[in-house]
């Protein structure tokens, strides 16, 4: 018997309330028959999206391969595939590399985007990461830990733009991400670190670059935070005149002409 084959679906999870999770994404869960998750990192209330057939399996402690075949096997049965994934799949996703073993198999597939952490964690700070004349940059990096980093993108070499930075996978070596971002922003510049941006036991800790280590340490926090430096922190409401042009009354663009004063 010859069964459909519908394509595999990557699908971001977003940063782990379920309700932060795409429409697509989530009719994505909803008509799956088996969904292949990361479970080290995915709430399992983001499953409850899910259909009340629908296998569920951790890929906690998968290697690539088992991974990749568990889809095959579930794909080639006619099966309809989600591997999900935390956040947005693109970043720090390992996704790439099942693509590659997937295409070697001749197995379609698709990649539903997702909310990244950095994200939840600027709504939970309430800031806004590019602010007119403060900073109109982001860089999203690590730490290089076991995973190398190229030696270009070395945290101390983007930190000397000091742009605003949202640090991943790097909260178990908040000592050495602290002394390298201090050379660059100055050792009592703000910092914030959220951790499990989004989730019921979110934690969100505002402090500087001196203090961060001993504040994280008494809070044990090691894991699943993203931290974040940048000019950005320090513009209260109270203080910030700056304003855009794209709600300025005095500028032109294609969509309203300049009002004269």
Do not use: N
């Amino acid at each position: 018997m010859t069964h459909p084959k519908h394509p595999v679906l990557f699908v971001g999870a977003g940063p782990g309330d379920p309700e932060l999770i795409t429409v697509k994404g989530r009719d994505a869960l909803a008509a799956a028959d088996f969904v292949l998750y990361a479970g080290s990192l995915v709430p399992k209330a983001v499953l409850t999206w899910c259909a009340p057939g629908a296998e569920t399996v951790s890929s906690a402690g998968m290697t690539l391969e088992q991974i990749v075949d568990a889809i095959d096997t579930q794909w080639r049965a006619g099966a309809r595939v989600v591997r999900l994934h935390t956040g947005d799949p693109s970043l720090y996703g390992a996704i790439f590399e099942q693509m590659a073993l997937l295409d070697a198999r001749d197995i379609d597939y698709r990649v539903v985007p997702g909310v990244s952490a950095a994200f939840a964690a600027a709504a939970a700070l309430e800031m806004e990461f590019t602010l007119p004349e403060v900073s109109q940059t982001l860089i999203l990096t690590r730490l290089e830990g076991r995973t190398p980093v190229p030696e270009k993108e070395a945290l101390a070499s983007l930190a000397a733009h000091q742009a605003t930075m949202a640090i991943y996978l790097s909260t178990g070596m908040i000592d050495q991400v602290a002394a390298i971002l201090g050379q660059a922003y100055g050792r009592q510049a703000s910092c914030a670190v959220v951790y499990r941006a989004s989730q019921p036991d979110e934690q969100v800790v505002r402090t500087t670059l001196d203090s961060v280590a001993d504040e994280l340490a008494r809070r044990e926090i090691d894991r699943q935070a993203v931290i974040i430096v940048g000019r950005v922190l320090d513009v209260g409401l109270e203080q910030f005149r700056q304003r855009s042009k794209l709600y300025d009354a005095g500028f032109s663009h294609g969509y309203r002409r300049r009002q004269k004063s």
